[in-house]
């Protein structure tokens, strides 16, 4: 590759998201003969924490301080505003963040002000629309309205995160995804009850972890922990809500517990889901020990062996990490 066609490639990556100022500032501060010392330990600037600059932390603080300002600002005006001025300032503020937050990631991808006033935006429009829905609407009989408003959210952000390909995008569309998910079990099925959600819980946690592992390379590694960390969270949980009443899932979660083991080590390569898996057998033994032994005279026995299982859980997890996930 030459010269000419390293620097296109370069450019082509700065702009898709795929590489940042701050990650090619740290490649050269780290491998430029000049920022090595006497015994060849690269030299860190003071003002960069890693990946993590002093600038990305002024630019989080920022952005929370406009927020915050903002959602007090409407908390103060609402009752003296008309129907106009409150969709203008949730829904069209939202709009106009977002519109900038766009603008940015065009003109200056190496730059992340346009994630800043993305995020901005991700936290009104979702709000700004409920309040237009609810402005332009009386009597509201059903839950389709809310529904198709959150959907159209959903469609809006992820038609931005195909055009600009940023992981702050990515993350408001899930989070109006899932939102999603959940009223059109309420809207379709009205009379549902907790057993479902529970499995829709699951069905929305595995596919968390499906997208982590399909799409854990390029422009999307940073949203992958949060999704390796929220998608055995809520697949555990909901899955452990069902043990008590349902006998399949009670005979079948030791086996999902222990198969997320299997895929932290061998799929995911993931700590994340290594503890949170470790956590569910250690929580399906202690429901088990508890309710077949609590009674019995051997109560005191099962404490005792429970807390060596536990341990030996504990051992096996710890050493599955530093055999398998240290080096990966």
């Given at each position: 590759m030459t010269n000419d066609e390293l620097l296109a490639?370069?450019?082509k990556r700065l702009r898709s998201g795929e590489l940042s100022a701050a990650e090619i500032e740290l490649l050269l501060s780290t491998d430029s003969p000049d920022a090595v010392v006497a015994d060849s330990a690269p030299t860190a600037s003071p003002y960069s924490m890693g990946a993590f600059s002093i600038t990305k932390l002024l630019y989080v603080v920022g952005g929370i301080f406009i927020t915050l300002g903002v959602l007090y600002l409407v908390s103060q005006l609402w009752s003296d505003l008309n129907s106009f001025n409150r969709i203008l300032i949730t829904l069209g503020l939202g709009v106009v963040f977002a519109g900038f937050g766009s603008?940015?990631?065009?003109?200056?991808?190496?730059?992340?002000?346009?994630?800043?006033?993305?995020?901005?935006?991700?936290?009104?429009?979702p709000g700004g629309a409920l309040v237009t829905l609810d402005e332009l609407t009386t009597g509201i009989d059903s839950i389709?309205?809310?529904?198709?408003?959150?959907?159209?959210?959903?469609?809006?952000?992820?038609?931005?995160?195909?055009?600009?390909?940023?992981?702050?995008?990515?993350?408001?569309?899930?989070a109006n995804g899932s939102a999603l998910a959940y009223l059109l079990m309420e809207s379709i099925i009205p009379s549902a009850d907790g057993d479902l959600y529970a499995y829709m819980t699951m069905m929305i946690?595995?596919?968390y972890l499906i997208y982590a592992y399909v799409f854990q390379e390029g422009w999307n590694a940073r949203l992958i922990p949060l999704l390796l960390f929220f998608g055995p969270l809520g697949?555990?949980?909901?899955?452990?809500?069902?043990?008590?009443?349902?006998i399949l899932m009670e005979m079948l979660f030791?086996?999902?517990?222990f198969g997320g083991l299997?895929?932290?080590?061998?799929?995911?390569?993931?700590?994340?889901?290594?503890?949170?898996?470790?956590?569910?057998?250690?929580?399906?033994?202690?429901?088990?020990?508890?309710e077949y032994f609590a009674d019995s005279i051997g109560w005191p026995v099962a404490l005792i062996m429970l807390g060596f299982i536990i341990i030996g859980i504990g051992y096996l997890s710890i050493t599955l990490n530093r055999k398998y996930l240290k080096t990966a």
């Open positions: 490639e370069l450019d603008k940015f990631l065009m003109s200056e991808p190496e730059r992340d002000l346009g994630n800043v006033f993305h995020t901005i935006g991700g936290f009104l429009i389709w309205p809310v529904t198709i408003t959150v959907g159209v959210v959903f469609a809006f952000y992820v038609l931005l995160v195909l055009y600009h390909k940023r992981v702050v995008l990515n993350f408001f569309a899930f946690g595995a596919s697949f555990y949980l909901a899955a452990f809500s069902q043990i008590f009443d349902a030791p086996f999902l517990a299997v895929l932290a080590v061998n799929v995911f390569k993931s700590r994340i889901v290594l503890i949170l898996s470790t956590l569910a057998v250690i929580g399906y033994i202690i429901y088990f020990t508890a």
